[in-house]
């Protein structure tokens, strides 16, 4: 199910380049959240998210380049599940982005998932 959000883009890296014979073109996005507690647990403040953009990653990092951070996007994707360690773990994959405000203020978003 496609889902978009307005986050807070905190910095972002980029690679694109071949290795081991195949092309990458990888683009990760750093994303405040607030942090949530469970009726266990207590919890408060804010983390930094990695999110990861399939494919494009070079044409959202030019986008991203030379622009003041934080910054304000909106962000289209989609929960995936990929395995780790042979367990199934959820992740929120963006599909794409846009910009909204070059500089923002610090308002962390609201887990994607």
Same mark, same amino acid.
């Given at each position: 199910?496609?889902?978009?959000?307005?986050?807070?883009?905190? #910095? $972002?890296?980029? $690679?694109?380049?071949?290795?081991?014979?195949?092309?990458?073109?990888?683009?990760?996005?750093?994303?405040?959240?607030?942090?949530?507690?469970?009726?266990?647990?207590?919890?408060? #403040?804010?983390?930094?998210?990695?999110?990861?953009?399939? #494919?494009?990653?070079?044409?959202?990092?030019?986008?991203?380049?030379?622009?003041? $951070?934080?910054?304000?996007?909106r962000?289209?994707?989609e929960?995936?599940?990929?395995?780790?360690? #042979?367990?199934?773990?959820?992740? $929120?994959?963006?599909?794409?982005?846009?910009?909204?405000?070059?500089?923002?203020?610090?308002?962390p978003?609201?887990?994607a998932?």
């Amino acid at each position: 199910m496609q889902m978009q959000s307005i986050v807070t883009v905190e #910095g $972002f890296s980029a $690679f694109e380049g071949t290795v081991d014979g195949t092309h990458h073109n990888n683009l990760n996005i750093y994303v405040l959240e607030k942090i949530k507690g469970s009726q266990t647990t207590q919890t408060g #403040g804010n983390r930094t998210v990695e999110y990861k953009i399939k #494919g494009n990653g070079s044409r959202y990092a030019a986008m991203l380049a030379n622009k003041d $951070f934080p910054m304000q996007v909106r962000i289209y994707g989609e929960m995936q599940s990929r395995l780790d360690n #042979g367990k199934s773990v959820a992740e $929120f994959v963006v599909d794409s982005l846009e910009l909204i405000h070059e500089t923002a203020a610090k308002k962390p978003a609201e887990k994607a998932a």
